[in-house]
């Protein structure tokens, strides 16, 4: 068969089915844009518990003369003694332990003034009231229930805290918006796959008669099949083109334009996804489209074209 015969098929039959092509243009889009969303959304999950999880610290928090309710603070503030032997154990943990930073109370009430210096209650607080501790850096910050099961409860220890208990929150948020996103997309792939059937066995109505000429010459299937396949396959990856592009405006206007702006220093503080991570999909979203577009096509026109 000539190209220009079969460029000629394709072009009049895209021409007389339009408004059915740019449904499916449509479609594959949107079905394709969600799919990308909830993988950007995954490689988010990953970069950020990659990059906070590196910042894991556990503090322990020393008993001052206010936290006489708590069983190990019975003896008032934490003597320098009590202080000592934490730090020896937590050198004994090493190399676990990567680093100590001991934060005193007068440095802590610093901290807290520049933190909330626009509180009313600012002025209620007090160094004596505010506790001394150690902010401990993990060489594995997964095993931090190691160093907070050996000083819950000790002498002269107020509590321990870390912070995977307020990052955990936040990826399980993230991890429920991807997967959010996925499903929804594979709701919309087979929105996509039943448009596409539909679309096929109403342009094969269409040129029904087209198509009896073309058996009476003597056309393979494959030549009869071919201009109904290249019309559905090029609507499928001008939508995942689209698609493509929609996520690339996205985080690019908005994740980095938010997180990454000139002058700010947000983008210092959190891992964000980027554009270079959509140009890594972009090639797994085109393939989903070209399968999802000759599969459909293929096996519909062999079900509903007898040849």
């Given at each position: 068969?000539?190209?220009?015969?079969?460029?000629?098929?394709?072009?009049?039959?895209?021409?007389?089915?339009?408004?059915?092509?740019?449904?499916?243009?449509?479609?594959?889009?949107?079905?394709?844009?969600?799919?990308g969303?909830?993988?950007?959304?995954?490689?988010?999950?990953s970069?950020?518990?990659?990059?906070?999880?590196d910042?894991?610290?556990?503090?322990?928090?020393?008993?001052?003369?206010?936290?006489?309710?708590?069983?190990?603070?019975?003896?008032?503030?934490?003597?320098?003694?009590q202080?000592?032997?934490?730090?020896?154990?937590?050198?004994?943990m090493?190399?676990?332990?990567?680093?100590v930073?001991?934060?005193?109370?007068?440095?802590?009430?610093?901290?807290?003034?520049?933190?909330f210096?626009?509180?009313?209650?600012?002025?209620?607080?007090?160094?004596?009231?505010?506790?001394?501790?150690?902010?401990?850096k993990l060489?594995?910050?997964?095993?931090?229930?190691?160093?907070v099961?050996?000083?819950?409860?000790?002498?002269?220890?107020?509590?321990?805290?870390?912070?995977?208990?307020?990052?955990?929150?936040?990826f399980?948020?993230?991890?429920?918006?991807?997967?959010?996103?996925?499903?929804?997309?594979?709701?919309?792939?087979?929105?996509?796959?039943?448009?596409?059937?539909?679309?096929?066995?109403?342009?094969?109505?269409?040129?029904?008669?087209?198509?009896?000429?073309?058996?009476?010459?003597?056309?393979?299937a494959?030549?009869?099949?071919?201009?109904?396949?290249i019309?559905?396959?090029?609507a499928?990856?001008?939508?995942?083109?689209?698609?493509?592009?929609l996520?690339?405006?996205?985080?690019?206007?908005?994740?980095?334009?938010?997180?990454?702006s000139?002058?700010?220093s947000t983008?210092?503080?959190?891992?964000?996804?980027?554009?270079?991570?959509?140009?890594?999909?972009?090639?797994?979203?085109?393939?989903?489209?070209?399968?999802?577009?000759?599969?459909?096509?293929?096996?519909?026109?062999?079900?509903?074209?007898?040849?």
């Amino acid at each position: 068969m000539r190209l220009t015969f079969l460029l000629g098929e394709v072009g009049n039959g895209i021409r007389r089915n339009a408004s059915m092509i740019i449904s499916v243009v449509l479609v594959s889009m949107v079905s394709l844009f969600f799919l990308g969303a909830g993988l950007l959304a995954q490689r988010e999950v990953s970069t950020a518990k990659g990059f906070w999880y590196d910042k894991v610290q556990v503090s322990i928090f020393f008993c001052t003369s206010q936290s006489t309710d708590v069983q190990s603070c019975a003896d008032g503030a934490a003597t320098q003694a009590q202080q000592d032997q934490v730090k020896s154990q937590l050198d004994s943990m090493k190399p676990l332990v990567e680093h100590v930073y001991y934060e005193t109370s007068q440095q802590a009430y610093d901290r807290f003034k520049s933190q909330f210096r626009g509180s009313p209650y600012l002025s209620d607080v007090s160094p004596a009231a505010m506790p001394s501790s150690y902010r401990v850096k993990l060489s594995d910050p997964s095993k931090y229930n190691e160093v907070v099961a050996s000083f819950e409860g000790q002498q002269g220890v107020e509590a321990v805290s870390d912070q995977s208990n307020v990052l955990s929150t936040f990826f399980k948020l993230l991890h429920v918006i991807s997967v959010g996103a996925v499903a929804l997309a594979v709701v919309m792939v087979i929105c996509a796959i039943l448009l596409i059937t539909t679309t096929i066995r109403q342009v094969a109505y269409t040129r029904r008669r087209q198509v009896s000429i073309m058996r009476l010459v003597g056309a393979s299937a494959t030549v009869i099949y071919l201009p109904f396949v290249i019309e559905i396959l090029l609507a499928t990856v001008v939508g995942a083109a689209l698609a493509v592009g929609l996520l690339w405006a996205l985080v690019h206007y908005g994740v980095e334009g938010l997180f990454h702006s000139s002058g700010s220093s947000t983008g210092d503080l959190v891992s964000m996804i980027g554009t270079a991570d959509v140009w890594d999909f972009a090639p797994w979203l085109f393939a989903g489209a070209v399968v999802i577009a000759l599969a459909t096509a293929w096996i519909t026109l062999r079900r509903y074209l007898r040849v």
